[in-house]
């Protein structure tokens, strides 16, 4: 029997009393939910050796058709509600997959038998290419022992991630490991979530470097009651220091980050506390992790081996020794891992093929007081390509103040950007990560 789906059965009941969602100002117990559970179980017939999949809005009874389908033995592909027409038919096709509505499931309840393993598909961001199926059962597994109740008492966890994606849906089905409360929010606007951040008493959230820093900028936060809060993590790409710093400023040493792929969750983890004394650290994201290994290869990518590696792409197996993480990075003396950017984002660029990593650039705009927020993309021209840099700004600024101050930054002319885009906000994902396929002709153009 799967050792998580037998600890998910056992929850509802030992917790029953407590809440276990709040969605849309709606409370949810251990026991109401347990009940749907039940009942989303006995609606569906048995289906092992089946693909079920499951439009997942951030909604209690997504997580909770996800369990039932997961019980009877199916394999579940979550598509995010907000997936294009196109990219949801892929998925289904892919997947040879059925499609069901949870709320036109309901029977009476049966006696539940637990397979052997809980198996998800997710599909990758999809930032630098068209997005992949990934498999997780393992992953699952491992979560019972990794997710303990708290001894501080029941966490309320805010969760504004995809439930669709493997960091919300761990997030969502660990805090219900613990026994706390999850607060879903279908979707991230900072100001509700200040507003939750007080009138729910969050103790725990994630969020993206982006939702951060949309977060941080917001005027009501200044006015929040931040005192329930435990603990804050950072993900799905590097934050940048001058971020991290305020953070730490405006909500204490609770901060911390997290470095993952859907493809291998949990990499590696910096807290606050191992920031002290040690600054250059801020642009780190930690040691690896237990049952994780990492090298760096010839070429600078990180590569890692390790027990949160995912089973494999769909109908493809993982068999290699070593995933390729397509990040770059390096380890210094104490086994801290910094991050330079992704492989396919480095910029080859003048007569002698210069390679530009756009990290570097980003980092040396954002020191720039008037750059709220920066990203920087190979523009192709007819003498090849270029460093082209999108800003968006926070105050005057001119594209020639940019130049100057990257090239007083960095004294490399190879990373002062060619062209300059000003614009209102960065395109993100889904997920609120940067999404660099949309990242040219965002905004006004300046050479």
């Given amino acids: 029997m799967s050792f998580f789906l037998s600890r998910v059965l056992e929850v509802f009941d030992e917790y029953a009393e407590r809440v276990a969602f709040r969605h849309s100002c709606v409370d949810w117990t251990y026991a109401d939910a347990g009940r749907r559970l039940r009942r989303l179980y006995a609606a569906l017939p048995p289906l092992t050796g089946k693909t079920v999949a499951i439009s997942a809005g951030n909604h209690p009874g997504a997580v909770l058709a996800q369990l039932a389908a997961q019980l009877r033995g199916a ?40 397979p052997e ?19 997780h059962s393992g992953t699952y597994e491992g979560m019972v022992h990794v997710f303990h109740p708290d001894p501080a008492g029941p966490n309320r966890i805010l969760v504004v991630a995809p439930v669709s994606h493997l960091t919300g849906n761990a997030a969502v089905l660990g805090a219900l490991l613990c026994g706390d409360t ?5 979707g991230f606007e900072s100001g509700a979530v200040i507003e939750a951040l007080s009138a729910d008493r969050i103790t725990r959230f994630s969020l993206t470097p982006a939702r951060l820093g949309a977060l941080l900028d917001h005027p009501a936060l200044a006015e929040a009651d931040l005192g329930a809060l435990r603990a804050i993590s950072l993900g799905a790409s590097p934050l940048p220091v001058h971020r991290l710093e305020q953070a730490l400023a405006v909500f204490g040493p ?23 004394g040690h600054p250059d650290r801020l642009a ?27 089973d494999g792409y769909l109908h493809e197996p993982f068999e290699d020794d070593w995933l390729r993480t397509g990040d770059l990075g390096h380890f210094d003396d104490d086994g801290y891992l910094y991050l330079h950017g992704r492989a396919d984002d480095v910029i080859v660029t003048g007569e002698h093929g210069t390679k530009v990593h756009p990290a570097r650039v980003e980092n040396a705009l954002l020191t720039h007081p008037r750059v709220r927020e920066a990203a920087v993309v190979g523009r192709s021209t007819p003498d090849g390509a270029v460093v082209h840099a999108v800003v968006v700004p926070d105050g005057t600024v001119t594209a020639d ?22 614009a209102a906000t960065l395109p ?19 050479h």
């Fill in 284 to 310: 780190s994201v930690g040691r690896i992790v237990p049952g994780m290994s990492a090298r760096i290869d010839d070429h600078g990518e990180v590569l890692v081996q390790g027990l949160s590696l995912m």
């Fill in 182 to 186: 999850v607060v879903l929010h279908e």
């Fill in 401 to 422: 103040d940019l130049r100057a101050h990257v090239l007083a930054e960095l004294a490399q002319p190879h990373f002062v950007p060619a062209t300059v885009e000003f």
């Fill in 117 to 135: 393993r809980a198996e998800t598909v997710f599909t990758s961001g999809g930032t630098t290419g068209a997005p992949k199926l990934i498999r």
């Fill in 254 to 276: 609770i901060v911390g980050q997290g470095y993952g792929l859907t493809e291998a969750p949990m990499i590696a983890t910096i807290t606050a506390a191992e920031y002290e």
């Fill in 75 to 114: 394999r579940v592909l979550l598509i995010a509600a907000s997936a294009a027409p196109a990219d949801r038919r892929s998925a289904l096709d892919a997947a040879d997959a059925v499609l069901v509505d949870p709320a036109e499931l309901d029977a009476e309840p049966v006696e539940i038998t637990v």
């Fill in 428 to 446: 993100l994902t889904h997920i609120g990560k940067l999404d660099r396929k949309r990242l040219l002709g965002v905004g006004h153009y300046l």
